[in-house]
């Protein structure tokens, strides 16, 4: 079919994230303006208004698609996929997210350039995956002879349904889904031989709900396996306390094991053999009697020096303890002469 050079597809897609996202948010959403040129973005979002306020923004900027990226906690992050006419709109939670730039690959294309939409088989298997195939395939598209958009097809968006995950890549689209998880992934055609190269981001979104209104209304789906990030993390933080728990149970019971064991006294026929009575040892040879005679000598040598020690520290007390009473008794006689002073004056009465 020859194409028509009029532009009459003018849906635009309305791309915004919300206030305090990271920055590996933002730096996807420089990666998903490269890809889309049909895509107007927005300030950030406030996260205390309504998600309904969304489709107002939409409304007044000509939008009738709308991308939300919210982050919650500093780490994870949500994607809401919406309609803003009369809906539906599905939100996912958003794992392995990683940009262009971080990846670094070696695929490449043209910027503006439209993609081809690839997607599994399965998205046509249940009726909430023809759901999300239907609006991907809206939000994805570049429109025809877009201003902003390159006349030639080098490039691949690829979906694809697996352990509920969804992941996303640039040059070659492709769509996968699976259990309600895709995976997205972006790929670049190589020449005429349809060869293809990674180019990035590449994103795995778990679907989370449907609902039939835009950011609103009934839920048409909900995620039976589904588990908050939360609940993930406290699963792993009561594991890893219950695997201390078991190493410390662990080593108590070691520790009592090993207490019973050497409690018990166990046989040992090989060390018997050792176990000699002295007594009814006869004949030591030269040598033992050699050793003998020098052990005995050093004995008594030990036996005579603490005897003489002995003897000297008695002298010496005996020595100490007379000295000390000629000592008392020469203090006794010199008090008991009298002075000079005393003879002098007994002299001098006498004379009177």
Sequence with gaps: MKPTAEWTDRERVLLLCSRGCLARTRHLMNDLKRLMPHVHSEAKFEKGKGLENL??????????????????????????????????????????????????????????????????????TQPHLKVVKELFMNIFKTPNHHPRSQPFIDHVFNFSLTSGIFSLRFLFLILFISDGNVWFRNYQIVDDTCKLEEIGPRMVFEIIRVFDGSFCGTVMYENPTYKTPNSVRR??????????????????????????????????????????????????????????????????????????????????????????????????????????????????????
């Design 235 to 352: 699963e792993i933080k009561l594991k890893k306390a219950d695997e201390y728990a078991q190493r410390v149970a662990q080593k108590q019971s070691g520790k009592v094991k090993e207490k019973m064991i050497r409690s018990v006294k166990m046989a040992d026929p090989v060390g018997e053999v050792f176990d000699t009575d002295l007594k009814e040892v006869q004949g030591k040879g030269k040598a033992g009697a050699l050793l003998d005679r020098q052990i005995l000598k050093k004995k008594k040598q030990r036996k005579a020096k603490a005897k003489k020690t002995a003897e000297t520290l008695k002298i010496g007390s005996d020595r100490d303890a007379k000295r000390i009473s000629d000592v008392g008794h020469l203090n006794v006689v010199k008090s008991c002469e009298p002075s000079k002073c005393q003879q002098s004056r007994t002299i001098s009465r006498k004379k009177n």
């Design 55 to 124: 489709n107002e923004i939409g409304e007044l900027a000509n939008c009738s698609k709308c991308i939300y990226l919210e982050s919650r906690k500093g780490r994870d992050v949500y994607m809401w996929v919406s309609q803003i006419a009369d809906g539906p709109s599905i939100k996912f939670l958003v794992h392995n997210m990683h940009t262009m730039s971080e990846l670094s690959m070696t695929g490449n294309c043209l910027k503006g350039s439209r993609p081809i939409l690839s997607f599994d088989s399965q998205f046509d």
